[in-house]
């Protein structure tokens, strides 16, 4: 009796798993400073992120204020923590808002096809091709400032993304022999679209997700480095690096270092943990 000796686990299978998790801890880091961070301010653990009144001015990193405070007093430790609760609402909104348009969408264009399919490969073709930077910031300018309509601005721009992919691999679906069977059996396009295709095309849905996650951070960060993502007063990574950017000559780098860093590290998670999940599931 021959034994198969067990298959060696392949490089790129450790490092898509070690990637996701880190990725993974990342964001569920900054998604429970985005939870405890009201609790914390009302327990006075932490300063009102709005509020500066009683803090010096541009004063530097020390125990009482650990980040030290912007030019209108307010502690940039908290800025930067609440910046969290900021980001991630906009861009779960976005994402989510833009998965719930772009993957009906594309299931419907590609399985129907017609007249119907080269009217919507036009329209997100169209929206495709424009700059992501580019499009936000004109929706951002139109719809003015705000929560939703940040968040607004981003979901147009990647509802062309879900739309490409899920129409192109339902066109290729819909050509498979069980589509027929079952068209031939009686089956209507709604319950082949809910049975078939919504099941083959979701798998590729979590990669891109967490891709458009981490880009649509880093467009709200420059939506609010251009002024056109919050106002002021609501704690966002890019308004407050727009407002430190006056600040770095004359040596105040603190205001610029830590909401940068925040950024960074959290696209940085969402990078990974995309990049995790693209690895593992080619690999599978």
Known sequence: ?????PRPTKPATNLSARLARWGLVIVAAYAAVALVMPLLVHLGLLSD???GVDNPVNAAPSWGHWCGTDRLGRDVCSRTLAGSGVALQVVVLAVLIALLIGVPLGMVSGYLGGGLDRLLVLLMDTLYTLPVLLLSVVLAFLLGRGLPNAAAALCVVYIPQYFRVVRNQSVQIKAELYIEAARSLGAGPLWILRRYLLRNV???VPVLLTLNAADAVLVLGGLGFLGLGLPE???EWGGDLQLALTALPTGIW??????GLALFVLVLGLAFLGEGLERWLSDG
């Open 202 to 204: 979701i798998t590729s």
């Open 1 to 5: 009796m021959v034994v198969d000796a």
């Open 233 to 235: 007063t609501v704690p």
């Open 254 to 259: 603190w205001t610029a270092l830590y909401p």
């Open 49 to 51: 992120p709005t509020a």
